[in-house]
C-alpha cells in the first residue's frame, strides 16, 4: 500500500477501528452515534485515526462475501502479537461483533486496517507530540502499556519502538507510571537531566530553569545529561527511592535528596497545588499554567521569598490576592492579565 499514515497511539487506532466495525450495524442505535460523535469531537487524534480506517477501507475495497473476504479475514487472525489483545475482547464483545457474516468481514478489515497502521515502520522509533492548554490534564496510554499524566500547559514527545522507550518532557509536568520492561528501559529527559527506570511511579516537573524528579513507587535513576548517554552504563548521580526528591536547576550541581510526602506527590492530578517551602517566581510560574490568562511577578527583589502554602487548581485566579495579604505585594492589571508588583 502506497498510502502514508500518521503514526498515532495503538490505544486511539484500535477505538477507531472499534467504532467503524460497530458503524457498519444495521441495528445502531442513535445513542451509539451520539457516544461516536462526542468520541470523534473529544481530540483531533480521534478524527485523524477513524479517517486512516476509512481510507483503508477504500483501499481495500467492500470485498465481503468473496472467496479474498475469506482470506482477509483469515490473514486478521495472524496479524503481529500487537493486535492480540485486540482480539482478545470479552467473549459478549466478540459474539456481537460476529454476529453476521457481513459484519464478521468488517471487523477482519478494520483489524487489518490497525495491523497496518501498528506495524507499518514498527521497527523504527516513531516521535509523537502530546500538549495541554491552560488548566488542562491529559493521560496517555503508550503502545507498551506505560501510562502518563500531562499536567497543565506541557508539552511532551515520546519515542517508542521494540527497542526503545524514552521521552522528552520539553515543558511543564508529567507524572509516569511505567510498565516493567527489564529488557528495555524507560528513559525521560528535560533540560539537562536524564532519568532512567525500569517500571516505577515518578513525577517529573519543569518550573522554569530548574528540574524535579520525585518517586511515587521503585527506583529512579538520575543522570546529568551531558555525562549520560542514552544507551550507556555509567553510574547514576542521583537513585531515588520511594518517597524522595531530587531538583536540578541548569549549570548547576543536583540539590540534596529531600522526602516529600506521598500525598503531595502527583496531587495536580487531583486539582491540588501544593508547595512546601519555594520561591513566589516558581509559585507564579507554576499555578500560571492553571490559568487562562497571565501572572507576571514584575518586582525581583520578591522573586526568591519563600512560600509555603496549597490551592485547588480552580483557585489560581484568586492567587495574586492570596498572596497580597501575607506577602508586601500589590495586585495590577486586569482580569486576564494580573501584574504583581512590591508594595
Given at each position: 500500500?502506497?498510502?502514508?499514515?500518521?503514526?498515532?497511539?495503538?490505544?486511539?487506532?484500535?477505538?477507531?477501528?472499534?467504532?467503524?466495525?460497530?458503524?457498519?450495524?444495521?441495528?445502531?442505535?442513535?445513542?451509539?452515534?451520539?457516544?461516536?460523535?462526542?468520541?470523534?469531537?473529544?481530540?483531533?487524534?480521534?478524527?485523524?485515526?477513524?479517517?486512516?480506517?476509512?481510507?483503508?477501507?477504500?483501499?481495500?475495497?467492500?470485498?465481503?462475501?468473496?472467496?479474498?473476504?475469506?482470506?482477509?479475514?483469515?490473514?486478521?487472525?495472524?496479524?503481529?502479537?500487537?493486535?492480540?489483545?485486540?482480539?482478545?475482547?470479552?467473549?459478549?464483545?466478540?459474539?456481537?461483533?460476529?454476529?453476521?457474516?457481513?459484519?464478521?468481514?468488517?471487523?477482519?478489515?478494520?483489524?487489518?486496517?490497525?495491523?497496518?497502521?501498528?506495524?507499518?515502520?514498527?521497527?523504527?522509533?516513531?516521535?509523537?507530540?502530546?500538549?495541554?492548554?491552560?488548566?488542562?490534564?491529559?493521560?496517555?496510554?503508550?503502545?507498551?502499556?506505560?501510562?502518563?499524566?500531562?499536567?497543565?500547559k506541557s508539552h511532551m514527545s515520546t519515542r517508542i519502538s521494540d527497542e526503545t522507550r524514552s521521552v522528552d518532557l520539553i515543558s511543564g509536568e508529567a507524572f509516569f507510571n511505567v510498565a516493567k520492561d527489564r529488557q528495555k528501559p524507560f528513559f525521560v529527559r528535560v533540560n539537562n537531566v536524564s532519568v532512567e527506570v525500569v517500571g516505577t511511579q515518578f513525577n517529573v516537573h519543569k518550573?522554569?530553569?530548574?528540574?524535579?524528579?520525585?518517586?511515587?513507587?521503585?527506583?529512579?535513576?538520575?543522570?546529568?545529561?551531558?555525562?549520560?548517554?542514552?544507551?550507556?552504563?555509567?553510574?547514576?548521580?542521583?537513585?531515588?527511592?520511594?518517597?524522595?526528591?531530587?531538583?536540578?536547576?541548569?549549570?548547576?550541581?543536583?540539590?540534596?535528596?529531600?522526602?516529600?510526602?506521598?500525598?503531595?506527590?502527583?496531587?495536580?492530578?487531583?486539582?491540588?497545588?501544593?508547595?512546601?517551602?519555594?520561591?513566589?517566581?516558581?509559585?507564579?510560574?507554576?499555578?500560571?499554567?492553571?490559568?487562562?490568562?497571565?501572572?507576571?511577578?514584575?518586582?525581583?527583589?520578591?522573586?526568591?521569598?519563600?512560600?509555603?502554602?496549597?490551592?485547588?487548581?480552580?483557585?489560581?485566579?484568586?492567587?495574586?490576592?492570596?498572596?497580597?495579604?501575607?506577602?508586601?505585594?500589590?495586585?495590577?492589571?486586569?482580569?486576564?492579565?494580573?501584574?504583581?508588583?512590591?508594595?
Amino acid at each position: 500500500m502506497s498510502v502514508k499514515f500518521m503514526q498515532l497511539p495503538d490505544q486511539i487506532n484500535q477505538q477507531a477501528a472499534e467504532w467503524f466495525t460497530r458503524l457498519q450495524s444495521a441495528d445502531l442505535s442513535a445513542k451509539d452515534r451520539q457516544d461516536f460523535n462526542y468520541w470523534l469531537s473529544e481530540h483531533d487524534d480521534h478524527r485523524e485515526a477513524y479517517r486512516q480506517i476509512e481510507l483503508v477501507w477504500q483501499c481495500l475495497g467492500d470485498i465481503s462475501g468473496s472467496a479474498e473476504g475469506t482470506a482477509l479475514a483469515l490473514s486478521a487472525k495472524s496479524l503481529s502479537a500487537r493486535l492480540r489483545s485486540f482480539f482478545l475482547a470479552p467473549a459478549t464483545m466478540l459474539k456481537w461483533l460476529f454476529a453476521s457474516p457481513k459484519y464478521a468481514i468488517g471487523f477482519a478489515v478494520t483489524s487489518v486496517a490497525v495491523g497496518l497502521l501498528l506495524l507499518s515502520g514498527s521497527n523504527k522509533p516513531v516521535t509523537t507530540h502530546y500538549s495541554t492548554q491552560a488548566g488542562e490534564i491529559k493521560t496517555i496510554v503508550l503502545a507498551d502499556n506505560s501510562e502518563i499524566t500531562l499536567g497543565a500547559k506541557s508539552h511532551m514527545s515520546t519515542r517508542i519502538s521494540d527497542e526503545t522507550r524514552s521521552v522528552d518532557l520539553i515543558s511543564g509536568e508529567a507524572f509516569f507510571n511505567v510498565a516493567k520492561d527489564r529488557q528495555k528501559p524507560f528513559f525521560v529527559r528535560v533540560n539537562n537531566v536524564s532519568v532512567e527506570v525500569v517500571g516505577t511511579q515518578f513525577n517529573v516537573h519543569k518550573i522554569r530553569d530548574a528540574v524535579s524528579v520525585a518517586v511515587l513507587e521503585g527506583i529512579v535513576n538520575v543522570f546529568e545529561q551531558s555525562k549520560q548517554d542514552i544507551l550507556s552504563k555509567s553510574t547514576p548521580d542521583v537513585v531515588l527511592t520511594a518517597g524522595q526528591r531530587v531538583v536540578k536547576a541548569a549549570d548547576k550541581a543536583f540539590e540534596a535528596v529531600t522526602v516529600v510526602p506521598s500525598s503531595d506527590l502527583g496531587a495536580w492530578r487531583l486539582g491540588r497545588l501544593i508547595y512546601r517551602d519555594i520561591s513566589l517566581a516558581d509559585v507564579v510560574t507554576d499555578a500560571g499554567r492553571y490559568f487562562e490568562g497571565k501572572i507576571l511577578l514584575q518586582s525581583k527583589d520578591l522573586a526568591d521569598i519563600k512560600v509555603t502554602m496549597t490551592l485547588r487548581t480552580d483557585q489560581v485566579a484568586q492567587l495574586p490576592k492570596m498572596l497580597a495579604e501575607t506577602l508586601p505585594l500589590e495586585v495590577h492589571g486586569t482580569a486576564d492579565n494580573i501584574i504583581l508588583l512590591k508594595k
